[in-house]
């Protein structure tokens, strides 16, 4: 399973645009991108998953560059709910192959 | 939310005991996970089943057992509980590949004396 590597913590105010870098420099041909949030005392929740290029959905956007070895999590106008880990994954399509989750970065929006 | 409950959501017992945390889903989803979480480690996967019956060891099953005689339930066992085993407990499912997109539960809080 490749390794990822994020920051360990980020600050920002709300209203402000959040953008989490995550570097996987050995991904593989069938692994996806996916970013989890974490709230405290809560179990993981999924935000987004990526193969490559943009994925946008109603939460966040995902940028994921041509050579897929970093991909980029991308939070708009962040409020103080916002406040959380957010976890980096690559995770491989086949059968067997398990999540993997790191530190995580922790996310602290201010007023 | 995925339809998945954890209990008990705390528990406080005594070394040497045995412990059974349940996992229940109302998703019909064929995989379900126990994770562990600890400050400093992230979520660890313990035992995992990809169907009724069929379960396999995750990164961290030692002291550990688990089972699963219905789709919707899924067991974890510690059968001579341990201080070192002193965690939050996750349950996870995912419909598909075991991979990708996974349902986290509430969380059971543990507490090993």
């Known amino acids: 399973l490749a390794k990822t590597t994020q920051p360990i913590s980020m600050d920002s105010y709300e209203g402000q645009e959040v953008n989490i870098t995550c570097s996987h420099n050995n991904i593989a041909t069938n692994d996806y991108i996916t970013w989890y949030q974490q709230f405290p005392s809560q179990g993981p929740r999924f935000i987004i998953q990526?193969?490559?290029t943009k994925v946008t959905n109603e939460v966040a956007s995902l940028f994921i560059p041509a050579d897929r070895k970093s991909s980029t999590l991308s939070l708009p106008r962040v409020s103080l709910s916002d406040t959380a880990v957010y976890y980096c994954l690559v995770v491989s399509n086949n059968a067997g192959n398990m999540l993997t989750f790191g530190g995580g970065t922790r996310l602290m929006v201010k007023p | 939310d995925a339809g998945i409950t954890q209990s008990p959501r705390h528990k406080v017992t005594e070394t040497g005991t045995p412990v059974t945390l349940r996992c229940h889903q109302t998703?019909?989803?064929?995989?379900m996970y126990w994770y562990r979480q600890d400050p400093g480690h992230g979520l660890r996967l313990i035992h995992y089943?990809?169907?009724?019956?069929?379960?396999d060891k995750g990164e961290v099953s030692d002291g550990y057992s688990v089972s699963r005689s219905k789709t919707e339930d899924f067991l974890l066992t510690l059968e001579s509980a341990t201080s070192s085993q002193t965690s939050v407990y996750f349950c996870a499912i995912s419909e598909g590949l075991a991979g990708g997109t996974q349902y986290f539960g509430p969380g059971t809080r543990l507490l090993v004396l």
């Open positions: 990526g193969y490559k």
């Open positions: 998703e019909n989803h064929r995989y």
């Open positions: 089943s990809y169907g009724v019956k069929d379960t």
